[in-house]
């Protein structure tokens, strides 16, 4: 039987072998091992949806051109010759903001991990599951400026009413009757870690990332991190919008909310062919626990029957990812596999096969890596 | 090749333009310049590569019957990668279907069917 592996590397790929690719490589398929140059992995053109090659996010901050793409629409066809964000609904004083008036209410960095909820997809093997198949790159870092959210309810004014924001954005599909992608988070959550940005790693933050402006909510998946925002409706109630009751499920219908603890191999990357000796590994990991978040990195290379701690490195950031870095000793050649798991500080551990649910969200299986070692 | 925000910008104005439906923003015309709100777009380099992706993913649609109902049903709204990579049983590329169809797709009943088929069969689970 031919597994997902040898159907691609024997160039069976016609069902759709090409149509992931890289800036500058576009005849590369989604599986194959990673060039070292990197570069965007588009998995769909329309509307982009690009994974962040792991060779890239080896450093802290992912650089804005190797940041990951997804919208379920693309961006706004069009622009106003002003942007504005209205904050309405249950407030007492409805208020509009230009770009201009948000920043006269200050600017504070916060540096931000965000993964596609969808993030792993792809390494689930579901029968009937829709989306984009993402394999582990749909996750990125940016030092984002710009203000909390809090400010602006604030000077609205939230009246006693207000339990949730709906957070709109310019973005809409080339249908009509498509649902409009309308996501809306508690509005506790949105006076405690909302954040409004408008650069993206020093930059004016780019059309693919949400510019110019857009929300961040640190801890969640990246769908509740609306782009391209124009309006927060203040309401009673959750938005019962497609994208809140029906999407972004899980098995038991619970909504896919904040991060899971899961950690991502950096180097070596897949399918390298590696000295026998001592082979240095980085990677990052993270949580949805905000400071402190994950407790410990362990590497195995027997398959998870002994583990190795890893060495935490690099900062710590509330709502970033914490970087860690090891060394493994190859003592024979011929294949290896190198499984990496982190532990969150509530004792949650990143289990080897996370259970599928049918909309593949919120993969945070191992990350299994398979090279080669040879005698030097 | 110097990047050109403005030349990405009239790109997915015309993505979103050449479907039926299409509603500028703010009373813009669709097609209108840029404003001075519109963000800097991807690279020249990326936008390149996006284009090829597009053309690549739709060329490497199988032939049969329902290759043109996939045409000019499934890519008003998106690429045919997102449809290539997925493996789905019968019952999966029904309810999208459907799904599709109450969101806007011009098929027709009559055509339901030559599309679930050709879908099945070229995308199918045992693509996995």
Redesign the interface.
């Known amino acids: 039987m031919m597994t997902r592996r040898s159907l691609l590397a024997a160039g069976v790929a016609g069902l759709g072998g090409l149509i992931a690719c890289r800036v500058g490589r576009s005849d590369i398929p989604a599986s194959l091992p990673e060039p070292p140059e990197g570069g965007l992995v588009i998995r769909n053109a329309r509307p982009l949806d690009a994974e962040s090659p792991l060779s890239q996010l080896r450093s802290f901050l992912t650089p804005n051109e190797d940041f990951f793409v997804r919208s379920h629409f693309g961006p706004p066809a069009s622009f106003p010759a002003e942007w504005t964000l209205t904050v309405d609904g249950s407030v007492a004083r409805p208020v509009t903001f230009t770009l201009a008036d948000l920043r006269k209410l200050g600017s504070t960095t916060q540096v931000v991990t965000t993964e596609c909820a969808g993030n792993g997809r792809g390494r689930f093997r579901l029968p009937r599951t829709a989306g984009v198949q993402w394999q582990y790159g749909a996750i990125s870092t940016a030092e984002w400026t710009g203000v909390p959210l809090r400010g602006l309810l604030e000077r609205a004014g939230m009246t006693a009413e207000a339990q949730h924001l709906w957070m709109e954005g310019l973005d809409q599909a080339p249908l009509p009757a498509v649902p409009k992608f309308l996501r809306s988070i508690p509005a506790d959550l949105g006076l405690s870690h909302g954040f409004l940005a408008w650069e993206m790693n020093g930059s004016p933050i780019p059309l693919l990332h949400g510019g110019p402006l857009r929300l961040l909510t640190p801890g969640w998946f990246g769908m509740a991190s609306t782009k391209w925002l124009t309006h927060v409706h203040v309401r009673p109630a959750a938005s019962d919008n497609f994208f809140m009751a029906t999407a972004y499920r899980l098995a038991d219908g619970s909504p896919v909310e904040r991060l899971r603890v899961k950690s991502l191999i950096t180097a070596p990357l897949a399918d390298e062919r590696l000295s026998v000796g001592t082979v240095q590994v980085q990677g990052q990991a993270w949580s949805g626990l905000g400071a402190g978040g994950i407790r410990s990195v362990e590497l195995s290379l027997d398959d998870g029957q002994t583990w190795q701690p890893a060495r935490l490195t690099g900062k710590e950031l509330p709502y970033a990812w914490r970087s860690f870095e090891s060394e493994v000793r190859i003592t024979s050649p011929g294949p290896q596999r190198l499984l990496a798991r982190a532990t969150d500080r509530s004792g949650a551990v990143q289990p080897r096969n996370a259970e599928a649910n049918p909309g593949g969200f919120a993969n945070n299986s191992m990350h299994e890596l398979r090279f080669d070692a040879v005698q030097a | 090749m110097r990047f050109r925000?403005e030349a990405?910008?009239v790109c997915?104005?015309g993505?979103?333009?050449?479907?039926?439906?299409?509603?500028?923003?703010?009373g813009?015309a669709?097609g209108?310049a840029?404003?001075?709100?519109?963000?800097?777009?991807?690279?020249a380099?990326?936008s390149e590569?996006?284009?090829?992706?597009?053309k690549?993913?739709r060329e490497?649609l199988?032939p049969g019957s329902g290759r043109a109902l996939v045409e000019s049903n499934c890519l008003?709204?998106?690429?045919?990668?997102?449809?290539?990579?997925?493996?789905?049983?019968s019952?999966?590329w029904t309810?999208?279907v459907k799904l599709m169809r109450?969101?806007?797709?011009p098929l027709t009943d009559a055509d339901e069917s030559v599309l679930v088929d050709y879908l099945i069969k070229?995308?199918g689970?045992e693509?996995?």
Do not use: M
């Open positions: 925000p990405i910008f997915w104005i993505l979103a333009a050449s479907a039926s439906g299409c509603r500028p923003a703010s813009q669709a209108n840029p404003t001075q709100a519109a963000p800097p777009g991807p690279s380099a990326l590569v996006i284009a090829q992706s597009e690549t993913s490497a199988p008003i709204c998106h690429g045919a990668a997102l449809i290539q990579q997925q493996h789905k049983d019952t999966g309810k999208t109450g969101w806007g797709s070229s995308y689970p693509g996995r």
